[in-house]
């Protein structure tokens, strides 16, 4: 049954492979799932069509037979069960990974978001330069905390699984902030995750659209 997710049409970051629609291309590339990618506009998010498949109005959303996803950990745990290599056998193990996994989108990312919407959408407030540093020291808080945990290991609990696709998507929208470079061992983490072969040609495929 061929798998459909959609994208933006021209990501705002030009291809920089922050969209969200990277991180389940890099699950189905892990698991060596193919899939097609319906490209939709800021425009056609917010129609019918769309909202029917995603109540919020937004990319990425995921398609198979009768089954329509919305919400990339949702989105990758049902990846990860479907196919193997992406969660672990044991089950005490494989119920870490899917802890990580909502640690990636509800306790880190939620900062990492203050963060480009401090910058972005609130750079021109008059309480702007007041926020900034708060937001960031909220999120070196939680960057410490991982590094306390991750240590020197590889990946987060044992072999690399979709814990860590997930912390690693995550992360990486840090780059241009410098945050993560206070961290060596957690920038050598997230540059691991980009040196897998799937996360490459994820990155490749969602590069080809926004160059374009
Ligand atoms: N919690 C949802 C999930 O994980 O799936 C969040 C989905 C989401 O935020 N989607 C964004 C979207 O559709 C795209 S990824 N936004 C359009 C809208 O809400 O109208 C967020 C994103 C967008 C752009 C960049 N960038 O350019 O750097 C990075 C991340």
């Not at 990501?11 to 291309?25: F, I, N, Q, Y």
């Not at 019918?48 to 109540?55: D, G, R, V």
């Not at 995921?62 to 089950?91: C, K, Q, S, W």
């Not at 900062?111 to 702007?128: F, G, Q, V």
Request: glycine content about 6%.
């Amino acid at each position: 049954m061929t798998i459909i997710i959609t994208a933006f049409e021209r990501s705002p970051d030009g291809g920089k492979g922050l969209a969200r629609d990277t991180r389940v291309r890099w699950a189905l590339e892990e698991v060596g799932q193919p899939y097609d990618v319906r490209l939709v506009s800021f425009r056609a998010m917010k129609e019918p069509a769309h909202l029917a498949l995603h109540p919020f109005g937004q990319i990425p959303t995921y398609e198979e037979g009768d089954l329509a996803l919305f919400e990339t950990g949702a989105i990758v745990l049902h990846i990860a069960e479907r196919h193997g290599g992406l969660l672990p056998t044991d089950a005490d193990a494989r119920a870490r990974a899917i802890a990580w996994m909502f640690a990636a989108v509800n306790t880190v990312e939620p900062p990492i978001l203050d963060l480009a919407t401090a910058r972005i959408l609130e750079s021109n407030k008059p309480w702007a330069e007041e926020r900034l540093p708060l937001v960031e020291d909220r999120i070196r808080t939680r960057l410490a905390q991982l590094a306390a945990r991750l240590g020197h290991a590889d990946w987060l609990d044992g072999a690399f699984s979709a814990a860590d696709l997930m912390m690693v998507s995550v992360l990486l929208r840090l780059r241009s902030s410098g945050l993560l470079d206070e961290h060596p061992p957690l920038a050598a983490y997230v540059a691991r995750g980009e040196a897998r072969p799937a996360y490459k040609r994820a990155f490749a495929a969602q590069l080809a659209v926004n160059s374009r």
